[in-house]
């Protein structure tokens, strides 16, 4: 089963960029890489996902890297409602989560 | 369309009992996962279900188990209750399970919150 390995915390100013690392490097070829978010008392809530390519999405970027051992999360202008854990799984058979990054916008 | 939806929000059972917990997913979702979350384990994968059969298993005792109906509504039981089993419970659907499935996101409820006593 694929795991994966994120920073427990991160700070980021309210405005600027939040880059948010994970390396997955046990991941299998045809398994995505998903990035969720949870906020206090409440369920996880899906950001974005990708296999190979770079994605983007309303609410994010994905950076995958060309041999998909790593990737980053990239919030383009992170607010104070971005405060967050931030999830990295790589989703195929048994579904794990890691310990996730714990990010704190700050104004 | 509505979301994933968990009842009861929140649970008090006392150690010894059994406790039935319930998860509606989204409309036309086929697969649910259920996920136990403690401050000290993080987020760990308990069971998923796909079309009324078990298709994976982490690594829990044998007194949680869990099923799924026709209509693919889910429910997770836990038996003989200890205090370490309090914990927030979280379900989650998707569309599918096998290979589509691997590009279908979980959508989550907000959780049951089960206090052993």
């Known amino acids: ?13 309210e405005g600027r960029a939040a880059n948010l690392p994970c390396n997955h490097s046990t991941i299998s070829g045809n398994e995505y890489v998903y990035w969720y978010r949870q906020i206090h008392s409440q369920g996880p809530q899906y950001i974005i996902h990708g296999l190979k390519n770079n994605e983007t999405n309303e609410m994010a970027s994905l950076i995958i890297t060309e041999d998909r051992k790593s990737s980053t999360l990239i919030l383009p202008h992170a ?21 996730g990054t714990e990010l704190s916008v700050k104004p | ?3 994933v939806t968990q009842t009861p929000r929140y649970l008090i059972k006392t150690r010894g009992q059994q406790v039935t917990l319930s ?3 989204i409309s036309g ?46 429910e997770m039981n836990v038996s003989t209750l200890e205090l370490g089993d309090s914990a927030l419970y979280l379900c989650a659907s998707s569309l ?15 959780g049951t919150r089960l206090t052993v006593t």
């Open chain 2, 23 to 25: 998860c509606s997913p």
């Open chain 1, 79 to 99: 607010t104070l409602r971005d405060t967050a854990v931030y999830y990295c799984t790589s989703q195929g058979g048994k579904l794990i989560f890691g310990q």
């Open chain 2, 96 to 110: 599918g399970r096998g290979q589509r499935s691997y590009n279908s996101p979980l959508h989550f409820g907000n």
């Open chain 1, 1 to 13: 089963d694929a795991k994966t390995t994120q920073p427990p915390s991160m700070d980021c100013a």
């Open chain 2, 1 to 3: 369309k509505a979301g």
């Open chain 2, 29 to 74: 979702h086929r697969s649910v996962s259920w996920y136990q979350q403690t401050p000290g384990q993080g987020l760990q994968f308990l069971f998923e279900y796909f079309s009324e059969t078990q298709r994976n298993k982490g690594n829990f005792p044998g007194r949680f188990s869990g099923r799924q109906f026709s209509n693919s509504r889910s």
